[in-house]
């Protein structure tokens, strides 16, 4: 107040003023929303101060971007009109004045972007940000008064009256300019939360999978609901991870506590899941390495050692259940791991059509992650086509009010029934259970069995000799050729019979006694013996969303891609299989290992896969 200039003689003016400052301090700024404390604004400044009155912001200011300098003589940027208020019965009047004798500016409705014209006060208060007194033709006079908050110009402030009220004086502009200054305190702080509760919603996000994941063999639907209401994510997780092979690897957490640490400590651990199960190890091994990688987080956080309240509450933060499964479509058979998680549920589909029943699969329930010492054992369960999968956390079926009993027995009952949609299962359950307690996250994974048809896969055994070479690209045309897929032919012969031919000289192919069995690993390198007579080699082609090629032996030492020099004779086959397919790897077997490719099918309008012959002579 001490800024505004005072005036002998109009003691009812500055009563009038210091009431309109304190319903300021009292109505402006109650919110972070920026529509609303525009709306603030008006409402003290309407009628009390002014007829008419307008708030206009930089569009950056509602992503929470720091508004940019006002530009030169070439006008303003674009402005966004956030509120607009009138005392005048008969509808808005044009706010605006004359320049060089054009007409008013139209009037600008809430949420329309518009400009001013350069050499305007209007520009020039945005650019000077001090206040400019404008005359016009239905408006008497109009105060244009910039928003100005540290140091920033925010948006514009037009206060006017109409024909009849007193003009705008010297005290008048004082107290506009501190009404906007005000309002654009608060504006700014609204800015400033918009733009950190972005950004943490942004990296919240990040750490759950997308809302529609797809798998093969497997209809996918799920839930997320957070614990607090102050974010999105806390430490329940969910994760559907594709695997070489068309496999697929489910996975459902849950971090000891909730909110943002719970978060932050979810988010590492399923960092560490997904990388854990690209290396495609077994259910027990990655659970295993996950608890190694969770007691090292939490002991990670404290630097000295020796503070042993600060210790025990981070072993709680990191102290986390977890179930991880892996479906191979093929086979239909799902190889479960659990680290102290409530058991998954079964609905197994019935031949007559009748009512399905649920039922809890008997998985071992190890440690929980984090407390170490234990080995975590597996469990195979063969899941027949149409049968339903449901993972879940503990906040979806326990609470203050439900016992844990209670839920489970909730859950099957709403999970048995009659066949429908996956995404009706999942709101049918939230909805018959006690969801709504904000005691813990509760985080639901559904999986509908829908196994490769028998049509889909090609499955071969040949002899460890060199004529297999040939059988094996002859077997792998007349497949793809069975499946409509001449274009990707040549590609995928010549792939096979890289790894056909890899197979026969670095492996020791799979005994034809017993598959996938082998004796010692051959060692690999150039000169090495073809494989023993009697052996076999396993070609496998998988046709999916995306055409897979799989080769077994039995040898133990993993394929690794080498740079071969321009005298080198060999070297190049892992080079080409890298060039001209979309993914390749290798994994280990219980009694070898498998080499596998990816290629991406021929889509209409799409241009064809690279020619096989043109990428091998670009090579040399």
Same mark, same amino acid.
């Given at each position: ?351 007559? $059509?009748?009512?399905?029943? %649920? @039922? #809890? !699969?008997?998985?071992?329930? +190890?440690? /929980?992650?984090?407390?170490? *010492? ?63 307690? $904000?005691?813990?996250?509760? %985080? @639901? #994974? !559904?999986?509908?069995?829908? +196994?490769? /048809?028998?049509?889909?896969? *090609? ?162």
């Amino acid at each position: 107040m001490s800024d505004i200039p005072a005036e002998s003689g109009k003691p009812d003016d500055v009563r009038r003023a210091l009431a309109l400052l304190n319903a300021a301090g009292a109505r402006i700024g109650n919110s972070l929303d920026l529509d609303t404390t525009a709306r603030e604004l008006l409402d003290v400044a309407v009628p009390q101060f002014c007829d008419l009155a307008s708030v206009d912001l930089y569009p950056e200011v509602f992503s929470g971007e720091d508004p940019r300098a006002a530009e030169g003589l070439e006008g303003t940027r674009p402005l966004r009109r956030v509120a607009f208020a009138s005392a005048v019965s008969d509808g808005p009047i044009t706010l605006g004045h004359r320049v060089s004798g054009a007409p008013d500016p139209d009037h600008v409705e809430p949420g329309g972007i518009h400009r001013y014209p350069a050499g305007s006060p209007y520009a020039d208060a945005l650019r000077t940000a001090r206040v400019q007194r404008v005359t016009g033709t239905l408006v008497q006079s109009t105060l244009a008064v910039p928003m100005v908050a540290r140091g920033r110009v925010l948006g514009l402030v037009q206060f006017s009256r109409t024909k009849g009220s007193e003009p705008f004086g010297e005290r008048d502009a004082a107290l506009g300019a501190e009404l906007a200054a005000r309002a654009a305190v608060c504006v700014d702080n609204a800015r400033l939360y918009r733009r950190e509760h972005e950004r943490a919603l942004i990296l919240q996000r990040s750490l759950l999978p997308p809302d529609d994941p797809e798998a093969a063999g497997l209809d996918i639907a799920c839930r997320y609901l957070p614990g607090s209401t102050a974010s999105e994510v806390g430490g329940d997780w969910f994760d559907v991870i594709e695997l070489p092979g068309h496999r697929t690897a489910l996975v459902v957490g849950d971090v000891m506590g909730r909110g943002l640490r719970a978060a932050v400590a979810m988010g590492e651990l399923r960092t560490a899941v997904r990388t854990l199960a690209l290396l495609d190890l077994e259910p027990a091994e990655v659970l295993g390495a996950l608890d190694e990688i969770a007691q090292g987080l939490g002991a990670s956080r404290d630097g000295r050692g020796d503070h042993p309240g600060r210790a025990a509450d981070l072993s709680e933060v990191y102290l986390a259940t977890c179930v991880y499964a892996v479906y191979d479509p093929v086979t239909r058979r799902c190889t479960f791991a659990n680290a102290g998680h409530l058991p998954p549920v079964l609905v197994e589909p019935r031949d007559d $059509g009748g009512e399905q029943s %649920a @039922l #809890l !699969l008997e998985v071992p329930k +190890g440690v /929980p992650l984090g407390v170490g *010492g234990e080995p975590f054992e597996e469990t195979e369960v063969e899941l027949p086509d149409g049968a339903l999968l449901a993972l879940y956390t503990d906040g979806l079926v326990e609470s203050r009010h439900q016992s844990l009993d209670e839920g489970l027995q909730a859950l099957r009952t709403t999970l048995s029934g009659p066949d429908r949609p996956l995404e009706d299962v999942c709101d049918e359950v939230l909805g018959a259970l006690e969801t709504h307690h $904000g005691e813990d996250d509760i %985080a @639901l #994974l !559904l999986a509908r069995i829908q +196994g490769l /048809p028998a049509e889909s896969v *090609g499955d071969w055994r040949l002899p460890a000799e060199a004529r297999s070479v040939a059988r094996a690209r002859e077997l792998t045309r007349r497949r793809l050729a069975a499946w409509g897929l001449d274009d990707l032919a040549d590609t995928t012969e010549l792939l096979v019979s890289e790894l056909v031919t890899n197979a026969l000289r670095h492996g020791m192919g799979v005994s034809s006694a017993q598959p996938g069995a082998g004796t010692l690993p051959a060692q690999s390198g150039v000169g090495v013996p073809p494989a023993a007579p009697g052996g076999e080699i396993r070609l496998r082609l998988l046709m999916d969303r995306t055409l897979v090629c799989e080769v077994w032996d039995s040898g133990l030492v993993q394929p690794r891609r080498r740079r071969a020099r321009d005298t080198d004779e060999g070297g190049r086959g892992l080079q080409l299989v890298d060039l001209l397919s979309s993914g390749w790897g290798s994994r280990r077997t219980p009694r070898g290992k498998t080499v596998w490719f990816e290629l991406a099918l021929p889509q209409e309008g799409e241009p064809k896969p690279p020619d096989s012959v043109e990428a091998l002579l670009n090579m040399f």
